[in-house]
């Protein structure tokens, strides 16, 4: 599977926009771009994914480098319920089923 | 509307016993997944039903587990002889088909194993 990279941590403070950065240099040209969070206690929650376009959603914004070797999730917003651990996972397409999670970075919020 | 319920929410056993954790997946989801999660790192992939069928058991541990969906609906994760090792977090999520460029999956707040 392709590998996905994540900084281990990030802080933002509340109402700022929060960029978290991943890096997935091995990328193929099916796999797609899957963006999960997890709230402390919580099971992980779907944030947003895409392949190749610019997706936005009521939650986020994805942003996809044209060479598709990197990503950012944005918030645009931050809010004090946006503290979680934000995971970056590519699913290929033969096991497009599958969610491969890394540690992902776990984000602070200040208020 | 309910979404993905796993019961218990917590569950303490001795080394050696025999332990089964339920989920119940969001009505209609025919694809439903077992991951585990240890203390500081993401969900694992343990299993993937698609209707009835495990389509992928790949991520199984070993032959002391093992999980059932038999009407394809809700299901069982099964220990035997746990051990301390076994101890984690047990997630369990469904979607709509297994797909997941077309649909998200939808996860359970999990059920605690501590095996002492």
Known sequence: DAKTTQPNSMESNEEEPVH?????????????????????????EYVIHGLTSNVNNRMASLAIAEDRKSSTLILHRATLRDAAVYYCILSSGGSNYKLTFGKGTLLTVNP | GAGVSQTPSNKVTEKGKY???RCDPISGHTALYWYRQSLGQGPEFLIYFQGTGAADD??????????????????????????????????CASSLTGILQNTEAFFGQGTRLTVV
């Open chain 1, 20 to 44: 978290l950065p991943c890096n997935h240099s091995t990328i193929s040209g099916t796999d797609y771009i899957h963006w999960y969070r997890q709230l402390p206690s919580q099971g992980p």
């Open chain 2, 19 to 21: 332990v089964e954790l």
């Open chain 2, 58 to 91: 790949s991520g199984l541990p070993n032959d002391r587990f093992f999980a059932v969906r038999p009407e394809g609906s809700v299901s069982t994760l099964k220990i035997q002889r746990t051990e301390r090792g076994d101890s984690a977090v047990y997630l």
